[in-house]
T-cell receptor, first 112, second 110 residues
């Protein structure tokens, strides 16, 4: 099992460009999440999904969109990147509330 | 979800037990206590969780006080590879999300 795989691992964007971060899990988990982590800070929830076809806003959703068309994939989109979105992005999944999350290894995004 | 309070940093000698405290005085009856850790730049790793009883797994033990207002994560024989930021999280969210604070930086010294 690969667990949670994030693509790409690194990316540099220019202000105003768009991109999509892909999160894929092979554990048949129902719930998936996108977090961002800024230097010296804890993780902050951007968006999450409680099942295929569903999405919901987290703590810091502005500037991001998400889609969960397939159960195993959770996409995070930036329509018009801004320097404030420079961060490390982590995807996570879990089967139900009683279980711990499995996190991916992160995507390091720099917006210049 | 209840808020948690953790020390900013702690030190531990290699081979000794590391005891990481967490206060969660506003915890509700159906809220779980979760512990995660994050080794430099990696994705967080789930360690253990509990509701009211003490829990133990291959990584650690979780001791929850009887009134559930605080807990302690115990790493029985800390190694250098246990140096990480440890997050204590309390959650009952019907939408299953976890809120991460700044955690405790545990440094294991040789």
């Amino acid at each position: 099992n690969a667990g949670v795989t994030q693509t790409p691992k690194f990316r540099v964007l220019k202000t105003g460009q768009s991109m999509t971060l892909l999160c894929a899990q092979d554990m048949n988990h129902e719930y998936m999440y996108w977090y961002r982590q800024d230097p010296g800070m804890g993780l902050r929830l951007i968006h999450y999904s409680v099942g295929e076809g569903t999405t919901a806003k987290g703590e810091v959703p502005d500037g991001y969109n998400v889609s969960r068309l397939k159960k195993q994939n959770f996409l995070l989109g930036l329509e018009s990147a801004a320097p404030s979105q420079t961060s490390v992005y982590f995807c996570a999944s879990n089967a139900d509330r009683g279980n711990g999350y499995t996190f991916g290894s992160g995507t390091r995004l720099t917006v210049v | 979800d209840a808020k948690t309070t953790q020390p900013t940093s702690m030190d531990c000698a290699e081979g000794r037990a590391a005891n990481l405290p967490c206060n969660h005085s506003t915890i509700s009856g159906n809220e779980y206590v979760y512990w995660y850790r994050q080794i430099h730049s990696q994705g967080p790793q789930y360690i253990i969780h509990g509701l009211k009883n003490n829990e133990t797994n291959e990584m650690a033990s979780l001791i929850i006080t009887e009134d559930r207002k605080s807990s302690t994560l115990i790493l029985p024989h800390a190694t250098l590879r246990d140096t990480a930021v440890y997050y204590c999280i309390v959650s009952r969210g019907s939408n299953y999300k976890l809120t991460f604070g700044k955690g405790t930086l545990l440094t294991v010294n040789p």
